[in-house]
């Protein structure tokens, strides 16, 4: 009965290679997230959908593509990994047109870039 | 711009003491404020919010914050703290509509001794 599921759990690869992160949310809600956690803990956003479409786009590297191809679903693929890019990606969702529903996140992805 | 300060990286407290974790935002509206808690590798779970209304807000696990507009703070507080309450706490406000753009503190971790 998870609510904000990710996959994988930890990810470790070399430097250059193309790696993907998988998010399924099983809450009925219409917006999901991709935030980065880096390693003193700063969370900070990167992506949002709202129903399949872009809405927040931060200053992220456009090595980083995210696709939803359902609202129920967003996953996040890193071209050409850098060392940079080790991190921790925490996935959410919200019911963005109710104003009170807070972030649900998932329990993180740990990137390791060798 | 939005900013959320946590002015203590570190704190300890002893089992069954009063714990207060201290967080001042920076923002230009009425702003809506959140309180997380991280597990060691888990994602981030709700203690609750403030969007308007009653400025003292509970929360889950007994936790409480209260909403101070001329110090911009939103301060989280719980009157006996137990050995599982050891996290990382982070404090957030939400721009946009809501809390659709979260702007996260650096977090305080908890430490609970015995």
């Known amino acids: 009965d998870t609510a904000v599921s990710q996959t994988p759990k930890y990810l470790v690869t070399q430097m250059g290679n193309d790696k993907s992160i998988k998010c399924e949310q099983n809450?009925?809600?219409?917006?999901m997230y991709w935030y980065k956690q880096d390693s003193k803990k700063f969370l900070k956003i990167m992506f949002s959908y709202n129903n399949k479409e872009l809405i927040i786009n931060e200053t992220v590297p456009n090595r980083f593509s995210p696709k939803s191809p359902d609202k129920a679903h967003l996953n996040l693929h890193i071209n050409s990994l850098e060392l940079g890019d080790s991190a921790v990606y925490f996935c959410?969702?919200?019911?963005?047109?109710?104003?009170?529903?807070?972030?649900?996140f998932g329990n993180g992805t740990r990137l390791t870039v060798t | 711009a939005q900013s959320v300060t946590q002015p203590d990286i570190h704190i300890t407290v002893s089992e069954g003491a009063s714990l207060e974790l201290r967080c001042n935002y920076s923002y230009g509206a009425t702003p809506y404020l959140f309180w997380y808690v991280q597990s060691p590798g888990q994602g981030l779970q709700l203690l609750l919010k403030y969007f308007s209304g009653d400025t003292l807000v509970q929360g889950i696990k007994d936790f409480e914050a209260e909403f101070k507009r001329s110090q911009s703070s939103f301060n989280l507080r719980k009157p006996s703290v137990h050995w599982s309450d050891a996290a990382e706490y982070f404090c957030?406000?939400?721009?946009?509509?809501?809390?659709?753009?979260?702007?996260f503190g650096t977090g305080t971790r908890l430490t609970v001794i015995p």
């Open positions: 957030a406000v939400g721009a946009g509509s809501g809390a659709n753009n979260l702007f």
């Open positions: 809450l009925g809600h219409d917006t």
């Open positions: 959410a969702s919200s019911q963005l047109a109710r104003r009170n529903s807070p972030l649900h």
